[in-house]
């Protein structure tokens, strides 16, 4: 399994940007579709972005589409996330995960095909 660490959260005001990052161990890195996921309070985990491993393709949920953007440095070992235009809703804990087989050719969005997860770090936009 692929060992996951997210850094980069905080508070930030309505408006901002925050640019998270999720560092990966092992050297299989990149060969797995990796994603980002949320939390908020109150309501059920869900779906953010995913990238291939290949970083050629990507998918974004509705409601972070033209605002986030996922991308991901092989060499380096990491995936990050940039958030621009912070909304109040954007507010909760953000998962990284890494797809449970190597090399899937589709990209999923399904938090099932997620098997690797790290601990979080929080994202508050206040208003």
């Known amino acids: 399994q692929v060992q996951l660490v997210e850094s980069g959260g905080g508070l930030v005001q309505a408006g901002g940007s925050l640019r998270l990052s999720c560092a990966a161990s092992?050297?299989?890195?990149?060969?797995?579709?990796m994603g980002w996921f949320r939390q908020a309070p109150g309501k059920e985990r869900e779906f953010v972005a995913t990238i291939k491993w290949s970083g050629g393709s990507t998918n974004y949920a509705d409601s972070v589409k033209g605002r986030f953007t996922i991308s991901r440095d092989n060499a380096k070992n990491t995936v990050y996330l940039q958030m621009n235009s912070l909304k109040p809703e954007d507010t909760a804990v953000y998962y990284c995960a890494a797809d449970r087989s190597q090399w899937r050719i589709v990209v999923t969005t399904r938090q099932t095909d997620f098997g690797s997860w790290g601990q979080g770090t929080q994202v508050t936009v206040s208003s």
């Open positions: 092992g050297r299989t890195f990149s060969s797995y579709n």
